[in-house]
């Protein structure tokens, strides 16, 4: 969350720095490596940068110390393997070739916004809630008009409504809004559940979900609103659940959610779109931050986690999830970063796997399109900068997005800057 964090955190892997940069030194000398010291130097003030980025990124990462010539062994060992494995992955890590598409910036949103949420009503773009810093959430609405491109009307979600992670749908008038992140931090989800009529903005609430879930696939889909994946209550388990609820005009029609047939793989960050007979779930990730253990303010901290390509797909049966052609890489935090234009499938932007030797977030900038007719993906462009957790809009020819973390600039893909920039693109495809 880049500048906003406190400065104490910075301080603290500053140090942790030094110390590191010095054992490093002291043990290279000891083993007489005196020849690579200097390109170690060189390599571990770079680390030494990024760490303290990557610290300022709610992360904490002990870095790797070297002990013993055993240890070292079995250290060039992991680095064969890490390097067999990068050669392998290497699409993933690197920007994949796409064409450069002319970007236009647009007013900015009222506010900077990560891991919030949007849905578009026509022409109104509807954005919701989501972090301002990592100790501040919104709880508020703004739209923006496509019409005359203007930021128009702020007004407040429910007290009790979650502030991000939101599952979201729409049917063209009411906003659904399942479960999510209450409070900033990495606080515990919720299960609470709320409807939005767009038309007198007031909110209603619905049956809760069964069980609280952080970041599920949503979709409103043949009358009933789907809740797939997401994490459970820790914000890191992945959930395989799905649920579902018959709903009409902003109304559940039924008491209670009815189980339906599990997802394949659990957790949160997807994309999910349901077009005619078919429910798309789109990449995401199994495991993701969670509070510290203890933590009074439930201070983050990193946890495994595994970044996917998976496209499943759900049709009007409901027997049996397909699995279809993965995403050109492993990409999460798209879970609104997608439009659907000529029976295809846009998706701007996403976080990929880490780095496997640097350990370090990877941000994606690159548009991507499945085609529905021959469910095959393309690269169709690239973003102005790589971002995640973007918001995607869809208006009169162009492709609009807005907010989430940016990266560090063209050479640095790692996030930094959580935005409120709106930018758009025509769209020739
Ligand atoms: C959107 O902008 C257009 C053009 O200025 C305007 O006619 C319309 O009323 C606006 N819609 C809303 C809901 O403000
Ligand atoms: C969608 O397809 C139509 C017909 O081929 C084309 O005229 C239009 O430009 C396409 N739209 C976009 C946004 O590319």
Same mark, same amino acid.
């Given at each position: ?30 083993l ?7 390109? @170690? ?8 940068? %990024? ?12 870095p ?40 236009e ?45 203007t ?10 409504m ?16 399942? %479960? ?71 109304k ?23 077009i005619?007979?078919?429910? @798309? ?9 969670m ?9 983050? %901290? ?55 030797e ?60 959580v ?11």
């Amino acid at each position: 969350m880049g500048k906003n964090l406190p400065h104490h955190h910075q301080h603290q892997s500053k140090s942790n720095n030094s110390y590191t940069k010095f054992i490093f030194a002291l043990f290279f000398c000891l083993l007489g490596l005196a020849c690579i010291v200097d390109l @170690f130097w060189a390599s571990s003030s770079s680390f030494s940068s %990024s760490y303290l980025r990557f610290a300022s990124n709610w992360v904490s990462q002990k870095p790797r110390i070297f002990v013993s010539q055993q240890q070292q062994q079995q250290q060039h060992n992991v680095d064969d393997k890490i390097g067999k494995k990068k050669r392998f992955l290497s699409a993933t890590f690197a920007d994949l070739p796409a064409p450069d598409l002319a970007w236009e910036q647009m007013p900015s949103a009222p506010v900077p916004r990560l891991d919030g949420s949007a849905i578009q009503i026509n022409n109104l773009f509807y954005v919701l809630s989501g972090y301002g810093t990592l100790d501040h959430v919104h709880s508020h609405v703004d739209v923006f008009n496509f019409t005359d491109n203007t930021w128009r009307a702020k007004f407040d979600t429910p007290k009790d409504m979650a502030n991000s992670h939101l599952g979201v749908a729409s049917d063209g008038r009411y906003i659904y809004v399942v %479960s999510g992140q209450y409070g900033p931090q990495c606080r515990a989800p919720t299960s609470r559940t709320y409807v939005l009529d767009t038309q007198t903005r007031e909110w209603q609430s619905l049956p809760p979900l069964p069980a609280p879930r952080y970041a599920p696939a949503t979709q409103l889909w043949k009358g009933r609103l789907h809740v797939m994946g997401g994490s459970k209550e820790n914000r890191h388990t992945p959930g395989l659940e799905h649920w579902s609820i018959a709903v009409k005009d902003g109304k559940a029609l039924e008491k209670e959610w009815r189980t339906e047939i599990p997802i394949p793989r659990g957790g949160p960050h997807r994309a999910s779109v349901a077009i005619n007979d078919r429910l @798309f779930v789109i990449g995401g990730q199994e495991g993701d931050f969670m509070a510290k253990p203890g933590s009074p303010i439930f201070k983050c %901290s990193r946890r495994h986690e595994v970044v996917y390509g998976d496209v499943y797909m759900l049709d009007a049966e409901m027997k049996k999830w397909e699995v279809l052609p993965p995403l050109p890489k492993p990409n999460s935090h798209i879970e609104c970063s997608w439009v659907v234009v000529n029976n295809s499938i846009i998706i701007t932007g996403g976080t990929t796997e880490k780095h496997p030797e640097t350990k370090r977030m990877i941000l994606v900038g690159e548009v991507f399109q499945f085609h529905l007719d021959s469910l095959t993906w393309s690269v169709i462009g690239k973003l102005p900068y790589r971002v995640k957790t973007t918001l995607a809009g869809f208006w009169d020819g162009y492709l609009y997005f807005t907010s989430g973390q940016r990266d560090r600039g063209p050479d640095n893909p790692q996030p930094k800057k959580v935005i409120g920039e709106m930018w758009r693109t025509k769209l020739n495809i």
